[in-house]
């Protein structure tokens, strides 16, 4: 079963744009959530993370919002560059305390192409 | 340079014939972890390992194996590889599974 759902799929933004990418999780257990980053040939890299106790999160032109009522969390790209271009994957960690041990589960990635 | 390394980068192999994949770091980290990437499916992780002789299973263990004998070293082993284990796979390391995961570069693996 599909415990983080991640949408869209493939995104194509206009240089100078906003990118939203859109993720949602089923069990309230979860209690980490990154955002990794993914260039072609390339292991993911860690763009930005947050924790529950918080709804919002900015690190330079990436933002991470989140909404815990609605178990959704979102990444938020401003002034998107063409550089920006790459798979994104949103993950969700459930604590030992959720019934699971220490596993970090991926969405199944967004591929975002920001055009000149 | 901290980094994580894997070998081989790239493999094709024939169906049952024994492979392993080496994954190293040297981080001194205790958490590690194997994902294999396939398009659509995103990444799903094989096996984790939270210390040394500590493993466990993640979400796509069937077919697989892997060892922690010593800290830096958390090698993968297909026993007898089937053409459904074709895929990308990651190597990732981190002090613990709550922070950042530093990936390795990825080995490409084909099973004809």
């Known amino acids: 079963q599909q415990q983080v759902k991640q949408s869209p799929q493939s995104l194509i933004v206009q240089k100078g744009g906003i990118s939203i990418i859109n993720c949602a999780y089923e069990?309230?257990?979860?209690?980490?959530f990154p955002w990794y980053q993914q260039f072609p040939g390339k292991g993911p890299a860690l763009l930005i993370a947050?924790?529950?106790?918080?709804s919002e999160k900015k690190e330079g032109r990436f933002t991470i919002s989140f909404n815990k009522s609605a178990k959704q969390f979102s990444l938020h790209i401003m002034d998107s560059q063409p550089g920006d271009s790459a798979t994104y994957f949103c993950a969700v960690f459930l604590s030992p305390y959720g019934g699971a041990t220490n596993k970090l589960i991926f969405g199944t990635g967004t591929l975002l192409a920001v055009q000149p | 340079e901290a980094q994580v390394t894997q070998n081989p980068r790239y493999l094709i192999t024939v169906t049952g014939k024994k492979l392993t994949v080496t994954c190293s770091q040297n981080m001194n980290h205790e958490y590690m972890s194997w994902y294999r990437q396939d398009p659509g499916l995103g990444l799903r992780q094989i096996y984790y390992s939270m210390n040394v002789e500590v493993t466990d299973k993640g979400d796509v263990p069937e077919g697989y194996k892997v060892s922690r004998k010593e800290k830096r070293n958390f090698p993968l082993i297909l026993e007898s590889p089937s053409p459904n284990q074709t895929s990308l796979y990651f190597c990732?390391?981190?002090?613990?599974?709550?922070?950042?995961?530093?990936f390795g570069p990825g080995t490409r693996l084909t099973v004809t």
């Open positions: 947050i924790r529950p106790d918080v």
């Open positions: 990732a390391s981190s002090l613990s599974p709550r922070v950042e995961q530093y």
């Open positions: 069990n309230t257990a979860f209690d980490y």
